[in-house]
């Protein structure tokens, strides 16, 4: 049993949204060094793949979105940055098809688990039998 099986998954389309808006938002500010920018394209990588897995291959934001994320984040300041919002904004679009396929995300519905009795239990159950069992034996007639 995997962990996302264990483990009940955030809407995908969420957690995509928190991250376009680190980029996108007027209010955050713009990456401070290329590790940054690695980062945030690495992260934005991760929601087009797990995204794309929910949507028709054929969609026009989906194959945008990958072509656009197979390519490496250019050098120099201007250009990393300028390639990191067209990034987010591609992931962005690939939500918005998301939401507009009304796809659910797979694995965000939690399954029902079996019902597993602590040991403690277990251990009151077993002294419940046996102590029915002394009583009923020492009530039974001897012969």
């Given amino acids: 049993m995997g962990v996302s099986e264990s483990v ?42 797990q995204l794309g897995v929910v949507v028709p291959p054929e969609t026009s934001a989906l194959r945008s979105a990958q072509q656009l994320a197979s390519e490496g984040v250019p050098d120099g300041y201007m250009p990393s940055r300028v390639y990191l919002v067209k990034l987010a904004e591609a992931t962005q679009a690939l939500v918005a098809a998301v939401q507009a396929h009304d796809v659910v995300p797979v694995q965000t519905v939690p399954r029902r688990r079996r019902w597993k009795p602590q040991i403690n239990v277990l251990r009151g159950a077993v002294f419940a039998v046996a102590l029915a069992c002394l009583v009923w034996a020492a009530s039974v007639p001897r012969a």
């Fill in 8 to 49: 009940p998954q955030r809407n995908r389309t969420a957690a995509a949204a928190e991250t376009i808006a680190l980029v996108l938002d007027e209010a955050s500010p713009l990456p401070e060094s290329a590790g940054d920018v690695e980062e945030l394209a690495r992260r934005l990588r991760g929601h087009i793949s």
